[in-house]
């Protein structure tokens, strides 16, 4: 690889990576079953979709051991084993990560070629937005909660890469697979799109797939497209602007409507501007054209910004008929004013077979509500999500004394407790220990009812292995218990938020 293409691919915007399906394209990056990665736009006659790169759910401390009672299970011989769990991610750039952390460990190059079987490269990213250690920051979750499972890292930078994973993970006989990341506008989040399809085949072959909710709570709006006085300005509360704060730099915003079985219904423009309405900072307008090639009911306006300081979204029609239509809106970089934290969850974790996660600070698990940020249910459906709660600051080598948050932490998790249960009990599948985590949810009291905050609640393991409730954790072990924590090779950093 020349110098210069590695230059290019690292400086490379994910906005212009694109997917056509067709596996067999000409002079593509990456290759599936179904389509083939492009580091450019075809040419005109081709029909083709801004690909979508997975983004880590990421707010990066006290230990998952004690508050999910793991520590006990472990002493009782349940650790993992004859389990097989799968990482997928897009961070593995390991630098100066000592990776002897992990233990044993095999790695599967999904980007480069469809069967899985090259190795990543851990020591130099293909594209800028695969530098960094958060996937390695989740396979550590996994090693320390189930140490005797065989872990697998697994480079997954994009749907095509994603598809190659799923097909590997059922030749491989993978029981569970942890995804710390969200894909955003292949559906309304709605169980619908490519991911509906994989999902299932995963579940038709006793694959679970643990995924982070997202951490979209506090930067999510979903709602009608309004117009009362038809100027063909969208009206949020009453006004013709969603007010956002932002920070120096640059943000990304996804507007997003449900017309992904009807691209070309409904023309709509994005601009994002100044308090005053009078600069534009950021704009999309794509145009959504029936049987052009390239129709998708999504805008992704960017603004790069000097000051932090309040701006606008506004939303404009430019054709079509806009009085039913459902707008979901998630501002990857700021906070919004007025956000919705309902529906927020986003692909995978919208669809039926996801084993969905939220966050809960392990520093006051028992009692803690979820995080502000963890992104709530429904789905798009009505279907209840996210299906369990996990515990976020964790000790980390790869994030340091600043520890791990977000839901990317509490995935990875809730993955482990999963592989521990099942080398409690060898006859259960995935789904059959996920159920039975959620029956041993720690709830506010609610029985039966799912919350759209963290579904049955927040994942423990009963004290006794045999013991079909919560059961409460012992104030003092019994002083004969030996060290729990033998196994560990490394000194934990002091648990803070």
């Not at 169980?191 to 909710?213: Q, Y």
Request: glycine share 8%.
């Amino acid at each position: 690889m020349s110098p210069l293409f590695l230059a290019t691919a690292l400086t490379l915007d994910p906005l212009q990576l694109y997917r056509v399906e067709d596996p067999d394209y000409p002079g593509a990056e990456s290759r599936s079953a179904t389509a083939a990665l492009l580091l450019e736009a075809p040419p005109p006659g081709v029909p083709h979709r801004i690909a979508s790169i997975p983004e880590p759910d990421r707010w990066t401390a006290t230990e998952a051991l004690e508050v999910t009672n793991t520590d006990l299970w472990q002493h009782r011989g349940h650790t993992g084993a004859g389990v097989k769990v799968a990482v997928f991610d897009v961070g593995w750039a390991a630098g100066g990560y000592d990776l002897d952390e992990l233990g044993a460990y095999e790695t599967h190059d999904c980007h480069t070629h469809a069967s899985c079987d090259l190795p990543i490269d851990l020591f130099n990213a293909r594209f800028s937005f695969e530098t960094g250690v958060h996937g390695l920051a989740c396979a550590e979750v996994v090693r320390d909660l189930a140490p005797d499972a065989e872990l697998h890292l697994v480079r997954t930078s994009s749907t095509v890469a994603f598809e190659n994973a799923v097909d590997w993970s059922i030749r491989e006989g993978i029981d569970v697979i942890t995804l710390s990341m969200s894909f955003y506008n292949n559906s309304f989040y709605d169980g619908s799109g490519a991911f509906r399809r994989w999902t299932d085949r995963l579940e038709a072959h006793d694959i679970l797939l643990v995924t982070s909710a997202g951490n979209n709570a506090r930067k999510h709006w979903r709602g009608k497209f309004l117009d009362t006085d038809h100027d063909n300005l969208m009206e949020f509360d009453g006004e013709e602007r969603l007010w956002t704060w932002l920070t120096p730099g640059g943000h990304t915003f996804y507007v997003n409507w449900d017309e992904h079985s009807t691209c070309g219904t409904t023309d709509l423009d994005v601009y994002l501007t100044d308090a005053s309405g009078e600069l534009i900072v950021g704009r999309s307008e794509d145009a959504q054209e029936k049987g052009a090639d390239r129709c998708e009911p999504v805008e992704r306006p960017r603004a790069n910004v000097d000051e932090a300081a309040w701006y606008q979204l506004q939303i404009v029609r430019r054709s079509g008929i806009a009085s039913d239509l459902d707008v979901d809106i998630i501002a990857r970089g700021g906070d919004l004013d007025t956000p919705i934290a309902e529906w927020s969850v986003a692909d995978p974790a919208s669809q039926p077979h996801a084993f969905a996660v939220g966050a809960v600070w392990a520093g006051d698990y028992q009692r803690g509500a979820p995080e502000a940020f963890s992104s709530w249910g429904p789905a798009t459906t009505g279907m209840a999500k996210p299906d369990i709660a996990g515990p976020d600051g964790l000790s980390t080598a790869a994030y340091g004394a600043e520890g791990f948050f977000g839901t990317s932490a509490s995935s990875p998790a809730v993955a482990a407790l999963v592989a521990v249960v099942m080398s409690s009990d060898p006859t259960l599948t995935p789904r059959d220990a996920a159920r039975r985590l959620q029956g041993w949810a720690l709830t506010d009291g609610l029985s039966g009812r799912s919350d759209p905050r963290w579904g049955a609640g927040k994942a423990r393991l009963p004290t006794e292995p045999q013991d079909p409730g919560c059961g409460r954790r012992p104030l003092v072990l019994p002083l004969f218990l030996p060290p729990l924590l033998w196994w560990r090779r490394r000194q934990r950093g002091v648990p803070h938020r």
